[in-house]
Every structure is written in structure tokens, then in C-alpha cells.
């Protein structure tokens, strides 16, 4: 599938340009509403979903440090959602997320700050302090976000294949630009493969984006992990031979507990716990949790993970 993923400024016309191309090109549009739908699904509270947010990361970030474990939830989200549908994704690092993916066009819309100020201060009302304040803010918000999360600066450019100025083009010329791009280096044929590219870019030994980042998160607060260390037999053939089996991603050593992530799949959950059912039915003795979106939290205080976020 392919993937424009546009990083914008404020009051630079990106927010309508990323609309307008997804109607256009009839790609999905992964903006702030796309995501709260998606993190909605993760059964995640609003206070965890405006963590994952880029304009409200450094206040989520100040007053809920331990929940920056559900920003993780972004890209296995996203880049699941890119095996089955062309995207373009609306900033949250797009362009890290999908670096060095063929079927991907990275863009950044920009414009001058007096530029930007004096279009806040017609749309919004502002005073020109107040829209030149805004503009500063939201600049500095972006680029800690990207930082933050990915190491990386926002305005380098080389993390981009086209740098669209506002100043002088038009909404409407820019998508044009844009659009002409896309046709020229053959985005929706080199999208094809995204599924392999993603096997490929993943770092084993994991098999899906969520397992890397909340074994991150392992190593972060230094709880010791094995990956998939066990099977656990569920089904056996007349001759004695295990005809079905299950692995569960996780086992805490410390705690002698195993962790099994859900797929991001609705198709699949039914499947998985199915499984998960027959293994407690075998092995009762097995203490096995199962992370849906906010069980993640309820685990963390359980298991007296908690205290060494707070110690932090």
C-alpha cells in the first residue's frame, strides 16, 4: 500500500493539504480523529489517548509520565492499518515510522512565521502576540515530540522527499505538487510489498511492531524478559503428537509470569483466545496476562511495576 506521510507547522495549510489529497487520491487520512478512533479500540482512556497526541505531549508528559507506554501503541496501529489501506498520515513522525519504505512520500509543509501568525489570527481571532506566541509554541511542541520519541530533528531535510513553502503556493497548488509527485516516482506501484518491507524492518526476533516496543519498555524500567522461551502444547493426535500449540510473547522472570499482547487484528482476538482458554485449561498453574490497551496499567500496579515507575 502506499503511504504519504505529510509533517506540517502550524497555520502552514498542512492539516487541509493531508485532507485534500486523501480525498483526492481516495487514501485513508490518519489525522487526530483517525487515531482517537484507533486508540478508542485499545479500550484506552483520554488521558492516555491526548499522551499520544502531539499537542498535548508535553502536558500528558508532565503530569502522566508512566503513561508514554500507550505513545508505543502508534506505529504498530498505524502500520498495521498500512497493510490493508493506502494512508496519508498527518504528522506523529510518519516520517520516521515509514523511513525507507519505497511506496512512502515523505512531505513537509512549511511557511514563515509572520505568514502563519497573521493566518491564526484570522482563523482563530487571535492578536498578533498572542498568534506569533502560538506559532512558537506548537514549533517547539512538534520538534520535542519527534525528539522525543524518534531522536530525531523535525526540520532536517532530509527526512523528507518534498518541502512544500505555503508562503506563495496555494492550498491548492501544493496538493497539485504534491500529486504530481506521486505520479512521478510511481508511489502506488512501489507500495506493493509493504508487508515484506515491514518483516524486514522489524528487528528480530520480534514478529509485530507492538512486541519491540513493549519489550522497550521492559528494558527501560529493567524487568527482566525472555521472548517466547515456552510452548505449551494444547492438542494431540492419536499417536501422542502435539497437533496445536501456544507461545505466549512474553515471560517475566522476576515476577514468573508470562504476558501475551493481542493483535491488533479483530479477526485474529477470537482465534487467540480460544487458545488462551484451552492453556489455562491445561495449565492452571501457568500465570498468564493478557495486555488489552488499559490492562496494561491495571498490570503495572498488580505486579508492583508501579513503584519502580515512580522511582524514576
Given at each position: ?47 492516555d ?26 506505529p ?81 531535510a532530509?527526512?523528507?522527499d ?41 528487528p ?23 521472548y517466547?522461551?515456552?510452548?505449551f ?21 522476576d ?14 482476538v ?43
Amino acid at each position: 500500500m502506499a503511504i504519504i506521510t505529510l509533517s506540517r507547522q502550524i497555520g502552514s495549510g498542512g492539516d487541509e493539504i493531508a485532507a485534500r489529497l486523501a480525498t483526492e487520491l481516495g487514501f485513508t487520512l490518519v489525522d487526530h480523529t483517525a487515531l482517537v478512533e484507533l486508540l478508542n479500540a485499545q479500550d484506552l482512556s483520554q488521558p492516555d489517548i491526548d499522551a499520544a497526541d502531539e499537542q498535548e505531549f508535553e502536558e500528558a508528559r508532565a503530569h502522566r509520565e508512566s503513561d508514554q507506554v500507550y505513545v508505543d501503541l502508534l506505529p504498530a496501529l498505524i502500520t498495521d492499518l498500512a497493510t490493508e489501506k493506502d494512508l496519508v498520515v498527518l504528522g506523529r513522525g510518519g516520517q520516521c515510522m515509514f523511513r525507507g519504505f519505497p511506496g512512502a512520500l515523505h512531505v513537509r509543509v512549511v511557511a514563515g512565521t509572520k505568514e502563519r501568525a497573521r493566518r491564526l489570527m484570522n482563523e482563530r481571532g487571535l492578536d498578533e502576540q498572542a498568534a506569533i506566541r502560538l506559532v512558537e509554541e506548537s514549533d517547539e511542541t512538534r520538534r520535542r515530540f519527534i525528539q522525543y520519541h524518534y531522536g530525531e530533528d523535525i526540520d532536517v531535510a532530509v527526512h523528507y522527499d518534498l518541502v512544500v513553502n505555503t508562503d506563495r503556493l496555494s492550498v491548492e497548488a501544493a496538493t497539485r505538487l504534491i500529486r504530481l509527485a506521486v505520479e512521478m516516482v510511481d508511489l502506488m506501484g512501489k507500495g506493493r510489498d509493504i508487508e515484506r518491507w515491514l518483516e524486514t524492518a522489524r528487528p528480530l526476533p520480534f514478529a509485530h511492531p507492538s512486541e519491540a516496543e513493549f519489550a522497550k519498555v521492559l528494558d527501560f524500567y529493567q524487568i527482566r524478559w525472555e521472548y517466547e522461551p515456552r510452548t505449551f502444547p494444547l492438542a494431540w493426535d492419536e499417536a501422542g503428537n502435539a497437533t496445536e500449540a501456544f507461545s505466549p510473547d512474553f515471560y517475566l522472570v522476576d515476577f514468573d509470569l508470562f504476558i501475551e499482547l493481542t493483535t491488533l487484528k479483530q479477526r485474529l482476538v477470537t482465534e487467540k483466545n480460544r487458545k488462551i482458554r484451552r492453556l489455562r485449561e491445561l495449565y492452571p498453574e501457568v500465570k498468564l496476562k493478557v495486555f488489552y490497551g488499559r490492562d496494561y496499567r491495571n498490570l503495572l500496579t498488580k505486579y508492583g511495576l508501579d513503584k519502580k515507575i515512580s522511582s524514576k
